[in-house]
């Protein structure tokens, strides 16, 4: 009886987007209980049933939901049913923790089955030792067209093009492209374009698929293809070539090495990769947490938040010492204690603001010393503009809640000061550290708000002790 209801349930499809997530995009937990119910009770056929035929990215998303043990059972249990394609999907601790479970041999033969672009990622975070192994367990021609990805520098175009690709002369007609695509069994499963090359390999342009479907049998290839404007050197930024396929709305772009040689092509799946990629690697060293997951165990949590919190705490006793400048001016009016935290607060926050577009500009080549000047006029004038404004409300606020006009006067001053400061020092400082080849998401959030609770806690307590004689 078991075994015909392992049966029944191994027959039924995979289940569909409504039932595997909820509105609200999460994996629903149903879901994930009765696959780690058939982990448990290792139904191989439940599993294969229900698991095999769903996209790797829902596989990933499964995969990430799971304890880590089940992980292994998972791969395990579902042997060459099992989509090596979903691991591109996951953290790069758990991809780790999955591989290095596996005996290499288990593992080339998964990766044998991958489009190159997708065998590199999972490569790539291996040890030396590890990937030389499992490289050598794979076919001649396989090995070297890997081989050779991994040589390129991380995080490049090389090391994210595919390696598939169709080439054809320009002398061929378009009815022997035709027949090549179909009769030749290593060409890549999908493409949208076919490259156009010359003996040495040198990259002369590309035909669209749909033109060469249009066109009648006995033109010749030459005739009907277009010139590669734009192809992509493979040391190049991974970035910067997705922004290229990006700005000029391309399907595909072809990957050249230094001697202008065709050596593979970037597909726009891995462009939405890298550019999602980057954006979160912004938004991170932005708040300090480097290249942290989700999936990072308490350790190396630890190692990556510990240094720029360091940082942090000697900006923030930098702060400290401008306070205690200021000693006794705080003792003989304790009002300013209370205030001076306003000050220094609303200045971050306009600091981080400018910060975030600055730093978001650079990334993606929209600031540069065109529209650097104006960007910086403008971010300048926000600042100021702001400042009065806010002047005014604090300014308002302090003379209800301490009846002094003269201390109303004097913070709005220093409102005025530190959100203009705010507005100066997140724009320039940015550009700063891009000048100097360092990268702004890292440094500039640590560097901003040191500017700015220094410029707020001077201003604004320099200029109260001025103002009462208290200094």
Do not use: C
Request: charged letters at 25%.
């Amino acid at each position: 009886m078991d075994e015909q209801r392992a049966h029944m349930a191994a027959s039924e499809p995979a289940p569909d987007r409504h039932e595997l997530y909820d509105e609200d995009g999460v994996i629903r937990p149903d879901f994930v209980a009765r696959v780690g119910a058939a982990i448990a009770d290792r139904d191989t056929l439940y599993l294969k049933g229900h698991v095999s035929g769903l996209h790797e990215s829902e596989i990933g998303d499964l995969i990430e939901s799971l304890q880590p043990e089940q992980r292994h059972a998972l791969v395990r249990l579902m042997g060459n049913d099992f989509d090596f394609t979903a691991l591109t999907e996951v953290d790069e601790a758990i991809r780790r923790d999955i591989v290095d479970d596996l005996p290499n041999e288990k593992v080339a033969e998964g990766i044998g089955e991958l489009d190159s672009d997708d065998a590199v990622y999972i490569l790539e975070d291996l040890d030396e030792e590890d990937q030389e192994d499992i490289l050598a367990k794979l076919p001649f021609t396989e090995r070297i067209r890997l081989r050779r990805s991994l040589d390129y520098p991380e995080d490049t175009a090389g090391r994210r093009m595919q390696t598939e690709f169709v080439a054809v002369p320009p002398f061929w007609s378009v009815g022997q492209t035709i027949d090549y695509m179909r009769e030749d069994e290593d060409l890549p499963d999908s493409f949208a374009q076919i490259f156009v090359i010359d003996p040495t390999f040198k990259l002369l342009g590309t035909v669209d698929l749909d033109r060469i479907l249009r066109s009648k049998r006995d033109i010749k290839i030459e005739t009907i293809m277009h010139e590669t404007a734009r192809p992509i050197p493979a040391e190049m930024d991974q970035e910067e070539a997705a922004q290229l396929v990006e700005q000029y709305d391309l399907l595909s772009a072809a990957v050249v090495d230094e001697n202008d040689r065709l050596v593979g092509v970037l597909t726009i799946d891995d462009v939405v990769d890298v550019l999602q990629e980057e954006a979160e690697e912004d938004i991170m060293r932005l708040g300090g947490v480097g290249d942290e997951e989700l999936s990072d165990d308490v350790a190396s949590t630890v190692r990556s938040r510990f240094p720029w919190l360091m940082v942090n705490l000697a900006t923030a006793v930098l702060a400290s010492l401008v306070i205690g400048l200021f000693d006794a001016t705080i003792q003989q009016m304790v009002a300013l204690a209370v205030l001076m935290p306003i000050v220094a607060s609303m200045g971050g926050n306009a600091g981080t603001q400018t910060l975030t577009v600055a730093v978001r500009a650079l990334a993606t080549r929209d600031l540069d010393i065109y529209n650097a000047a104006r960007i910086i006029r403008r971010e300048v004038s926000v600042g100021f503009i702001n400042g009065v404004l806010f002047a005014v409300v604090v300014a308002l606020l302090t003379w209800v809640w301490f009846g002094s006009g003269q201390l109303a006067l004097v913070i709005a001053a220093a409102m005025v000061i530190n959100m203009l400061s705010a507005g100066i020092a997140g724009i320039f400082l940015p550009l700063l550290l891009d000048k100097l080849n360092v990268d702004p998401a890292i440094a500039s959030a640590v560097f901003v708000t040191t500017v700015t609770d220094v410029v707020g806690f001077f201003a604004f307590l320099g200029l109260a002790g001025w103002w009462f004689g208290l200094i």
